[in-house]
């Protein structure tokens, strides 16, 4: 009988200490290894500068267009545009660039470079003269210069991957 009691006595303690290990086992466990709830992590100050780092060495790419000249009433619109990399990072040419040019939201040009690469502070330009006989378009409004369309590129921001510029003949 003696032996019965002692049994019921280790098994009222044992579920308490069981919960408790575990318990101390989970906080271990989470706090230890940096996870928060929600399934977020936190990064140790030498892991954020790796983060920080490969984000900083991602390409940026910036659009740019201009009136190549005043437009001249009757003839086309002449256009120079230009693609930089304005980032730390290259553009492999790994990724199709597709850019895009339009008249008052009318696409007038279109183009995807399957190898364009387009090294840190680089950048390329071209010359565009939208006919103004085959789009039509009226004596004012607005030109505008989109790049990664598809967004497609892995970039810093895609806040600088549009230009709008007005013209006016």
């Given at each position: 009988m003696s032996k019965n009691i002692i049994k019921r006595e280790s098994a009222k303690w044992l579920i308490p200490v069981?919960?408790?290990?575990?318990?101390?086992?989970v906080v271990s466990v989470v706090y230890g290894k940096?996870?928060?709830?929600?399934?977020?992590?936190?990064?140790s100050e030498k892991e954020a500068?790796?983060?920080?780092?490969?984000?900083?060495?991602l390409p940026d790419l910036e659009a740019d267009i201009a009136l190549k000249s005043e437009?001249?009433?009757g003839e086309d619109l002449q256009l120079v545009v230009t693609v930089k990399?304005?980032?730390?990072?290259?553009?492999k040419?790994?990724?199709?660039?597709?850019?895009?040019?339009?008249?008052?939201?009318?696409?007038?040009?279109?183009k995807i470079d399957s190898y364009?690469?387009?090294?840190?502070?680089?950048?390329?330009?071209f010359d565009y003269s939208v006919s103004r006989s085959l789009y039509?378009?009226?004596?004012q409004g607005t030109v505008t210069f989109k790049i990664d369309t598809e967004k497609a590129l892995g970039e810093v921001t895609r806040d600088n991957n549009t230009k709008e510029i007005p013209y006016s003949y």
């Amino acid at each position: 009988m003696s032996k019965n009691i002692i049994k019921r006595e280790s098994a009222k303690w044992l579920i308490p200490v069981l919960l408790v290990i575990v318990l101390a086992g989970v906080v271990s466990v989470v706090y230890g290894k940096g996870v928060i709830f929600k399934g977020q992590l936190m990064l140790s100050e030498k892991e954020a500068v790796t983060v920080q780092e490969r984000i900083s060495a991602l390409p940026d790419l910036e659009a740019d267009i201009a009136l190549k000249s005043e437009p001249v009433t009757g003839e086309d619109l002449q256009l120079v545009v230009t693609v930089k990399n304005i980032g730390q990072g290259d553009m492999k040419g790994k990724v199709p660039l597709k850019y895009v040019i339009e008249v008052n939201g009318q696409e007038v040009f279109s183009k995807i470079d399957s190898y364009s690469i387009v090294s840190a502070g680089d950048s390329f330009s071209f010359d565009y003269s939208v006919s103004r006989s085959l789009y039509d378009y009226p004596d004012q409004g607005t030109v505008t210069f989109k790049i990664d369309t598809e967004k497609a590129l892995g970039e810093v921001t895609r806040d600088n991957n549009t230009k709008e510029i007005p013209y006016s003949y």
